[in-house]
């Protein structure tokens, strides 16, 4: 295999950490941070006897190559597996990429670009992923340096609870089964290969680190609610109070997935190749049937389209059961029913005669109903923005229909800022509910 | 194609049926030194004034001679006609001297000819460079004509370092090529590979550099093109300092550079002209065109049908009440706009310049305003169009690259969002890395990160930095 630089190395690894990472659907705490990085730092002492064989020019026996392959496939697969689970919270396409065929349609094609990468070649892998990496971590500084806002130490005690130091210690081994890659691709190196190590596990502990406690201080308090706290936290951490830029974590998700996965199948395919001299041949093959996959579920994935040809919502009322919408450039107020309010929303969207946008929505008038679950529906589901004001009234209908929404937005905002109203954005609502 | 005959009656008649009578080659029979020879040039490639005073009135006051070998004697080491004087044995060096402008004497009893330099056919002088703009820098550029170019690199660098390599390819066009090194830059082993390169060029005719860079640029399908054209001496000289080969074409103002890395699409020579925190506004506005040429209108595009909330909403009103006027999508929109931009700027480009001028005014005025008028496109969507347009055109070396890619990015982001885009974004990034040339990364000093090569890529230090350096692309090679 061609040889490869440390900072390439320690790039193409810590992207699949993160990856890993970033699809964990379990809780966190900052005693899930300290066993993760006592766990990182555990393993860099156990790999040190490798790394040092290694240097010396020592090879792996052709059964222990065949066990890394093994463990690669297991591990390319859970990173997969992530991207799978992942893939409907990050509403990729934004409008139909939900259900079965759309993660089908999201993995195929993750994986197949993948291939094509791994195809390339391990220096051309290599090189991307150093640029992969910086770009990614350049949007983790954006998320982290966004979390402060909404950042609340109180998250802290709030989430010990849902994560222990052994939790952490866990998370690291099974989590980060970029180990196997790497002593796997430890023979590649050039250079002194402790310092490769040391690189990869320095930049290893000091993102993950700074990944979970971000996740904890914005999430900490509703880590009930969130089934995948990192990707939670990236959208709840927005720089303006007006609009939700999480989709742009999106292109991380995506980055990331292409790149943890590629690493997993560069890296089989070339001690597979070393055990079974016809792989190369079979790879190639692999990446064509996963291309043809991934173009013939194509159905569902186009946009309705036009931007005019959608109704935004700027204020909504709701029983649990009914919906009734104010929007933004419609002057008409829609009142529809359902089992719940997706159902109910879905009736909106006939009444009005075009879909109905809800990621804009300013104001949430609850009535009575559970609170918390039609809370969590909103922020989950229909995608409100973490500074949506929530406040109560026992006829949400009539106070849409009666009362100006800019009016309404704009009193519970000074109300808020004399301190006269509680803060009642919709984080905070939830995490005090979960108190 | 045998050698010259001693008979020059045999010679003419050979030269008559090799050439098919062609009415170029003249054969001027003359009698000198008492000794009948004849005198084989080609109509137009060589200088009459030149012919007359330097070759026919010295030559014809010869005093007699005892044989043909005594004349040819006299001629080229006493007379001293002109500098260059090669000895012509066969046919094939026989044409190609004639044809390259050279005026070639055979006489009776000689089964060699004598070759004299008078070329004197008509080339385009040292003009400014069309395509490659400079304010600081020289206003000279490459010709057509190889000995010229390679004089314009020879004024710049006075050095026995420099090397230049004359050699012949095609079968048909026998074009003269001239590889370009410094010899104290260049290791040897990628000069050898390099020659082994054009080796494998076996080309009928050589008539832009398009036909020699694939054999000196890797087999694989590559996005970017790994060596580098350049039509200024001044920029030739500082990639040759820098440890790069070049090739010389004759009959082309370009020279071929190798090997080219893909920070170079971003430096001018005026950087070095301007103070160094100019230089990297300048630079880095230059990265930010590139990606805003490429990724502008897919990013809009998806952000708009995907991804409103990216927006804010006052933002998003405004683009609301534009699109409401247009019957087409906006995929379909921003594809419009891009093709009808694409087929104005192939237009303007190869039609005449009177009707070019036409073309602009009627793109312009009566396209533009009347497609915008008529709802048929947003302007938004025409604005962020123009700004992709316009940041194209600040890297005009990689242009038909940006201009492919603008297309892909647009369709992945308008069939799958942002998500398409990140995924095409990781398969270009893979095809970019894996761009090499004879060893050398196309990404480097970016990827492999290299530390000092930062100095003149992300930043550009001051200039006795960066000449104390002694950089040479050999840092790069991998």
């Known amino acids: ?69 093994s463990g690669l496939v297991l591990w390319g697969g859970a990173l997969l597996g992530g991207l799978w689970k992942a893939a409907d919270i990050t509403f990729v396409p934004y409008e139909n990429a939900g259900g079965f065929p759309g993660k089908l349609e999201i993995t195929a094609m993750v994986a197949a670009v993948s291939l094509y990468v791994a195809y ?18 350049i949007f983790l500084l954006t998320d982290l340096i966004s979390g402060i806002r909404p950042s609340n130490f109180g998250n802290i005690p709030a989430a010990a609870q849902y994560g222990t130091f052994m939790d952490g210690l866990r998370l690291s081994f099974l989590g980060g089964g970029s180990l196997i890659t790497f ?89 597979a190749g070393e055990i079974f001299s016809r792989f190369r041949r079979w790879r190639c093959t692999a990446a064509i049937a996963l291309t043809l996959l991934a173009m013939g579920i194509f159905t569902g994935c186009t946009s309705t389209g036009q931007v005019s040809d959608k109704s935004y919502v700027r204020c909504v009322g709701t029983d649990g059961k009914s919906v009734t919408l104010s929007f933004f450039s419609d002057e008409r107020i829609i009142t529809a029913d359902g089992e719940d309010i997706s159902s109910a929303l879905a009736a909106a969207e006939i009444k009005a005669g075009r879909p109905v946008v809800t990621g804009f929505t300013e104001l949430i008038i609850l009535g009575n109903c559970n609170r918390k679950a039609v809370l969590e529906d909103m922020l989950k589901k229909w995608k409100v923005s973490p500074s949506c004001m929530v406040m109560y009234s026992g006829d949400p209908v009539s106070v849409i229909n009666n009362t100006d929404p800019s009016l309404l937005e704009g009193s519970l905002k000074e109300a808020v800022r004399q301190g006269k109203a509680p803060v009642c954005d919709i984080v905070t609502v939830l995490g005090n509910m979960q108190k | 194609m045998h050698g010259l005959e001693t008979s020059l009656e045999k010679s003419i008649d050979t030269i008559k049926r090799i050439s098919g009578g062609s009415s170029d080659v003249l054969i001027n029979r003359f009698v000198t030194g008492g000794i009948s020879c004849a005198l084989i040039c080609c109509e137009g490639m060589v200088s009459a004034s030149v012919i007359t005073e330097l070759i ?37 060096a026989l044409f190609r001297l004639i044809h390259s402008g050279f005026a070639v004497l055979i006489a009776e009893g000689m089964d060699c000819g004598l ?92 008539l832009t550099t398009g036909y020699l860079r694939p054999f000196t640029e890797e087999r694989r399908y590559r996005i970017f093109n790994t060596t ?235 200039i006795e930095k960066l000449q104390s350096r002694g950089f040479t692309v050999e840092e790069y090679h991998e």
């Open chain 2, 56 to 92: 026919f009135e010295p030559v014809t006051d010869i005093p007699q001679k005892k044989d043909a070998p005594e004349l040819f004697h006299y001629i080229s080491e006493e007379l001293l006609l002109s500098t260059d004087r090669p000895r012509v044995r066969d046919y094939t």
């Open chain 1, 183 to 271: 002593i796997a691709l430890l023979p590649c190196v050039k250079g002194r290969k402790i310092k490769a190590a040391s690189l990869y596990f320095l930049c290893r502990g000091i993102l993950s680190a700074a990944v979970v406690m971000t996740a904890v201080l914005v999430t900490g308090g509703i880590m009930d609610t969130a089934d995948f706290p990192v990707i939670m936290s990236a959208q709840l951490s927005q720089p303006f109070s007006s609009q939700r830029i999480d989709a742009l974590f999106l292109i991380l998700f995506a980055v990331f997935g292409v790149f943890a996965l590629t690493v997993q199948v560069m890296t089989a395919a070339f001690l």
């Open chain 2, 115 to 206: 070759g004299f330099g008078v070329q004197g056919y008509a080339s385009r002088g040292v003009q400014e460079p069309s395509g490659e703009g400079n304010i600081m820098g020289a206003h000279e550029g490459f010709t057509e004509t190889v000995r010229t170019n390679m004089s314009q690199l020879r004024r710049r660098l006075k050095s026995p370092e420099l090397v230049m390599e004359m050699m012949i390819k095609g079968s048909k066009s026998n074009t003269d090529i001239c590889l370009c090194y410094m010899k104290d830059r260049v290791p040897s082993e990628l000069m050898a590979r390099i020659r082994r390169s054009l080796d494998r060029a076996d080309l009928e005719a050589v």
């Open chain 1, 1 to 69: 295999m061609n040889s490869i630089t440390s900072p390439q190395l320690a790039a193409m690894l810590v992207i699949s950490d993160l990856f890993a990472l970033v699809c964990y659907n379990g809780g966190l705490s900052a005693y899930t941070a300290v066993g993760l990085v006592s766990g990182i730092a555990l393993q860099y002492v156990m790999v040190i006897p490798l790394v040092k064989a290694a240097d010396k020019g020592k090879t792996l026996p052709k059964a222990v190559k065949l066990l890394l392959v």
């Open chain 2, 228 to 462: 580098g054209t350049t039509e200024r001496p001044d920029v030739l000289c500082s990639k040759l300092i820098e440890g790069r080969a070049a090739i010389l074409v004759d009959g082309i103002p370009y020279a071929i550079v190798i090997p080219r890395l893909f920070c170079e699409n971003f430096q001018t020579l005026d950087d070095y002209a301007y103070k160094p925190y100019y230089a990297v506004f300048i630079r880095w506005l230059k990265y930010s065109a590139f990606l805003l040429a490429v990724l502008l209108p897919a990013v809009y595009t998806a952000i708009v049908m995907y991804h409103p909330e990216l927006l804010n909403s006052t933002l998003l009103m405004i683009l609301v009440d534009a699109e409401k006027e247009a019957p087409l999508s906006i995929l379909t929109e921003a594809l419009f706009v891009l093709l009808m931009y694409e087929i104005i700027r192939e237009a303007g480009v190869r039609l005449p310049k009177p009707t070019g001028g036409a073309v602009s005014i009627i793109s312009g005025l009566i396209i533009g305003d009347a497609a915008v008028k008529s709802g048929l496109v947003s302007t938004p969507l025409l604005t962020v169009t123009a700004l992709a347009v316009l940041g194209g055109l600040v890297v005009p070396d990689i242009a038909p690259q940006i201009t492919v890619l603008r297309f892909l990015f647009l369709l992945a982001g308008g069939i799958f969002g942002l998500f398409g885009i990140s995924l095409l974004s990781c398969a270009v990034l893979a095809n970019v890395c894996a761009s090499e040339n004879y060893g050398f990364p196309y990404t480097a000093p970016f990827s492999p990160f290299i530390a000092s090569g930062m100095a003149d890529t992300a930043v550009r230090e001051d």
């Open chain 1, 120 to 137: 390339e070649g391990t220096k051309a892998a290599a090189r991307s992923s150093l640029i992969a990496a910086f770009t990614g971590v």
